[in-house]
């Protein structure tokens, strides 16, 4: 089993950055697929980004592209999101989640954190 909890979440303003980190533990962490998956008030649950393995792999929803990086250092066993010029529509419940494959599919994944609250204001 892999446990994660996330961090980093907060109150920002539009056009700012933000870095999320998660902090997982188990002894598969090495070897699983990571992805950050978000979920906002009224609207469906949304793949943001994930990351494979060993970084080779990495996939983006349309919407974060050239503005979010997910990065990975199992060393640390920790997977990060840096969230470059955000905007109010990011502003959701971002969960870090752990799978056996990358994919765009949330569903996908296996393992959830418990979730960091992120607010971009306007």
């Known amino acids: 089993q892999v446990q994660l909890v996330e961090s980093g979440g907060g109150l920002v303003q539009a056009g700012d950055s933000l870095r999320l980190s998660c902090a997982g533990s188990?002894?598969?962490?090495?070897?699983?697929?990571m992805g950050w998956i978000r979920q906002a008030p009224g609207k469906e649950r949304e793949f943001v980004a994930g990351?494979?393995?060993?970084?080779?792999?990495?996939f983006y929803a349309d919407s974060v592209k050239s503005r979010f990086i997910i990065s990975r250092d199992n060393a640390k066993a920790t997977v990060d999101l840096q969230m470059n010029n955000v905007k109010p529509e990011d502003t959701a419940v971002y969960y870090c989640?752990?799978?056996?494959?990358?994919?765009?599919?949330?569903?996908?994944?296996?393992?959830w954190g418990q979730g960091t609250q992120v607010t971009v204001s306007s």
């Open positions: 989640a752990a799978g056996d494959v990358v994919v765009r599919d949330w569903r996908r994944y296996d393992y």
């Open positions: 188990g002894r598969t962490f090495r070897t699983s697929a």
């Open positions: 990351i494979n393995f060993n970084s080779a792999m990495r």
